[in-house]
């Protein structure tokens, strides 16, 4: 997989710049708080010869070298001090509910970055991306609010559970629960919807075709076994390394 580039870390950056309460950070600070953010991992973590920067910190540090903010316009320095301008907090903001749903999903760091560069060259040429979202407990409350992310989202996870229903219900992917078994028809239906690698909706593309695309990078969960992939939020479980979990210790049906 190659390696973190200075176009993914524009976004995460001007993100922590907005948050600061000056709109500035020096290298120094960027560096740091993009490794909370971001949490890489793999080669991107591989110290450099003779250096005291990793891969990471280096591509950081070229952000000013190479003048990367000052040639879209987003940011600029002073001294030492990178400060978002107009052009970027605009960028921020048009883009802000895709930085979010890569941030707070936990994807694994080379899908993170694929994400990351998905929105960075879509955006360099004007071309529109729209994301999903997986819905669980706050999606009560989302139906309140007819946002456009929550429709899209909604559609994916109906069109998720029917294309993976079996008999008229639905099971988690790895342990095999039922909610209807367990709890009745109160339960029908219901499951979680896993994003396994990011999904974005390109707006000359119909929703249909996205979503059944999109149907080999889901899978349904139930709320445990959801919330046990998600639980390190710095390394959140593969498929696999949940199932050999359940295997070595769960106690549940097969069917």
């Not at 002073?78 to 970027?88: A, E, F, P, Q, Y």
């Amino acid at each position: 997989m190659t390696r973190i580039s200075e176009n993914q870390l524009i976004l995460p950056a001007l993100f922590l710049m907005d948050l600061s309460p000056t709109k500035g950070l020096t290298t120094a600070e960027l560096i740091p708080n993009l490794r909370e953010l971001l949490k890489p991992s793999g080669e991107d973590l591989r110290p450099l010869d003779n250096r005291s920067d990793d891969h990471f910190s280096q591509k950081v540090r070229n952000l000013k070298s190479h003048n990367t903010f000052e040639k879209y316009g987003y940011a600029k320095y002073n001294n030492k001090v990178v400060t978002i301008t107009m052009s970027g907090k605009r960028f921020l903001e048009e883009n802000m509910d895709k930085l979010k749903y890569l941030l707070i999903n936990d994807f694994k760091w080379d899908d993170l970055k694929d994400g990351l560069e998905t929105v960075q060259s879509t955006s360099s040429i004007k071309r529109k991306i729209e994301v999903f979202d997986e819905l669980t407990v706050q999606e009560g409350v989302k139906k309140f609010v007819e946002n456009e992310v929550f429709v899209r989202s909604s559609k994916l996870r109906e069109i998720a559970i029917e294309h993976y229903s079996k008999n008229d219900d639905i099971y988690c992917d790895t342990c095999n629960f039922s909610f209807k078994q367990f709890y009745g028809n109160y339960g029908k239906g219901y499951i979680e919807i896993h994003h396994i690698k990011p999904i974005f909706k390109y707006g000359d593309e119909e929703l249909e075709k996205t979503i059944s695309d999109a149907l080999s990078n889901v899978i349904p969960l139930c709320s445990n076994c959801h919330r046990i992939i998600h639980r390190n939020w710095r390394n959140p479980l593969e498929i696999a390394e949940l199932n050999e979990m359940i295997n070595k210790n769960g106690i549940y049906n097969r069917i």
